[in-house]
């Protein structure tokens, strides 16, 4: 059975830091691009970053470029996004997932909120 279990999320303020992880079991962790994304009230869920199963950043949306970073660690069968220079509109509840292969069920994500 497949599970994504998200962790590291919490209130900080504008400009502050935050290391997102997501563990996974139930699925062979290096065959997969990961991403993450996120979903703010009243939005779509969106994607934020993927990187590819060798450890390759190729998406990074517009709105994060330059203050958010995502790795792996396929021995740990985990992903990771560090979060830097947050601003209020960073405020998301935050998951991960395979996009192309999209895993279901959606683990529960961890509520990012920016703010002073």
């Known amino acids: 059975q497949v599970q994504l279990v998200e962790s590291g999320g919490g209130l900080v303020q504008p400009g502050g830091s935050l290391r997102l992880s997501c563990a996974t079991s139930?699925?062979?962790?290096?065959?997969?691009?990961m991403g993450w994304y996120r979903q703010a009230p009243g939005k779509q869920r969106e994607l934020v970053a993927q990187?590819?199963?060798?450890?390759?950043?190729?998406y990074l949306a517009d709105s994060v470029k330059g203050r958010f970073t995502i790795s792996r660690d396929n021995a740990k069968n985990t992903v990771y996004l560090q979060m830097n220079s947050l601003k209020p509109e960073d405020t998301a509840v935050y998951y991960c997932n395979a996009p192309g292969a999209i895993m279901r069920p959606w683990g529960q994500g961890t509520q990012v909120t920016v703010s002073s």
């Open positions: 139930g699925i062979i962790f290096r065959r997969y691009a």
């Open positions: 990187i590819t199963n060798g450890g390759s950043t190729n």
